[in-house]
């Protein structure tokens, strides 16, 4: 067993060594932390620059205004989600496509709320339709591949298929 490495995922651990595990989930607990703490500080950093080049009240309106704007194509955007949603359940088809453009709508709400301009962009980024369509196919993969590993899931996953 190796003792110099500890365990950070809470999983193949023994009192808290590192016995193994998916490095996978290791490496993306660290890059949690990174995107926690660099991203606002980003966001400071750049909005500092921007008020030293257009001044502040300039910057608070930028601000404020990719807030309204955003809030305004997430009410819309959602409302369409909504309404897909229902069209395919009623139709009894997978809604997979629109349950994850929710969950990309409702991160784009928050990071278009955050003040800054780098959420500012991520928001916009998660919220556009053409820009949503490659993150939907990379979530799908990423989510096909954690159930085919049972990495996340751990040993009972079921796949239930209906048959045609």
Not at 57 to 77: N, Q, W, Y
Request: aromatic share 8%; hydrophobic share 50%.
């Amino acid at each position: 067993m190796n003792t110099s490495a500890r365990c950070l995922c809470r999983k193949n651990c023994y009192n808290g060594e590192f016995t193994g595990g998916n490095r996978e989930n290791i490496i993306m607990v660290r890059y949690r932390w990174v995107i926690l703490l660099g991203v606002p500080l980003v966001d400071i950093f750049l909005l500092i620059r921007v008020a030293e080049i257009v001044g502040v009240f300039v910057t608070a309106f930028i601000v404020i205004v990719t807030a309204f704007i955003g809030l305004l194509l997430v009410r819309s955007e959602g409302a369409h989600t909504i309404q897909k949603l229902l069209e395919k359940l009623e139709t009894r088809e997978n809604p997979a496509d629109q349950i994850i453009d929710g969950i990309c709508i409702i991160v784009a709400g928050v990071c278009l709320l955050t003040p800054g301009l780098v959420t500012d962009l991520v928001g916009f980024i998660l919220l556009l339709p053409p820009t949503r369509y490659p993150i939907r196919i990379v979530v799908k993969k990423w989510i096909e591949q954690m159930i085919q590993n049972k990495s996340s899931f751990g040993e009972n996953v079921y796949i239930i298929k209906r048959k045609e």
